[in-house]
Nanobody, 120 residues
Framework: QVQLLESGGGLVQAGGSLRLSCVASGRFFSVNPMGWSRQAPGNERELVATITSSGRSNYTDSVKDRFTISRDNVKNTVSLEMNSLKPEDTAVYYC??????????????WGQGTQVTVSS
């Protein structure tokens, strides 16, 4: 019903930067909010950042002032600019979106995930 396709993960040294992108496609009226979560080995999935269609954003404390989330409401895309990366940012990052489906049902969807590895 809704597909979320992520791109942009990879390997970077500590202090470096990466940009993740995600595009939503499928049969829906809207996707709001959109965001990113991450899961490191042995840890629970953690919500990293979210953004509403009006541009209001929220971040988990550990990434504030380092990560910036943005979105394009026309293209149904969401991006995460990650700066000053630390080894503890290493995780699989998942795009997430709450979609209002054409059936009238509202559901949360997840992408397949993209690996981000930060070396020390």
């Amino acid at each position: 019903q809704v597909q979320l396709l992520e791109s942009g993960g990879g390997l970077v040294q500590a202090g470096g930067s990466l940009r993740l992108s995600c595009v939503a496609s499928g049969r829906f009226f809207s996707v709001n909010p959109m965001g990113w979560s991450r899961q490191a080995p042995g840890n629970e999935r953690e919500l990293v950042a979210t953004i509403t269609s009006s541009g209001r954003s929220n971040y988990t404390d550990s990434v504030k002032d380092r990560f910036t989330i943005s979105r394009d409401n026309v293209k149904n895309t969401v991006s995460l600019e990650m700066n000053s990366l630390k080894p503890e940012d290493t995780a699989v990052y998942y795009c997430t979106a709450q979609a209002l489906l054409r059936s009238g049902v509202r559901r949360t969807f997840w992408g397949q995930g993209t690996q981000v590895t930060v070396s020390s």
